[in-house]
Nanobody
């Protein structure tokens, strides 16, 4: 059973910082692309950033220069460092990863349950 569990969300003032983490657990052979997405009530889930297994990154325009995605392959952990936070960054943040379980020939997409980030004074 492959699971992704996010942590690190909370309430922060505008201009503040938070660091999100996402840990993959279970029985799997490999982890490929890892990504963060976010969603606010009544809206679609939006892409925030992704990182390949080799460390290449890509960001949504709205977070470039403020957010940094990284991963620790030895710990099966994904991070999102969020700086200069704005009220518009308020959302539930979800971790998504392409993971190949031992029983599978190909990678599957897995999602965490999300962690809430609230930016407010």
């Amino acid at each position: 059973q492959v699971q992704l569990v996010e942590s690190g969300g909370g309430l922060v003032q505008p201009g503040g910082s938070l660091r999100l983490s996402c840990v993959a657990s279970g029985s799997f052979a490999s982890i490929g692309l890892m990504a963060w997405h976010r969603q606010t009530p009544g809206k679609e889930r939006d892409f925030v950033a992704h990182i390949t297994g080799g460390g290449s990154t890509n960001y949504a325009d709205s977070v470039k220069g403020r957010f940094t995605i990284s991963r620790d392959n030895a710990k099966n952990t994904l991070y999102l460092q969020m700086n200069s936070l704005k009220p518009d960054d308020t959302a539930v943040y979800y971790c998504k990863s392409k993971i190949r379980p031992y029983y599978a020939l190909f990678e599957n997409d897995y999602w965490g349950r999300g962690t809430l980030v609230t930016v407010s004074s």
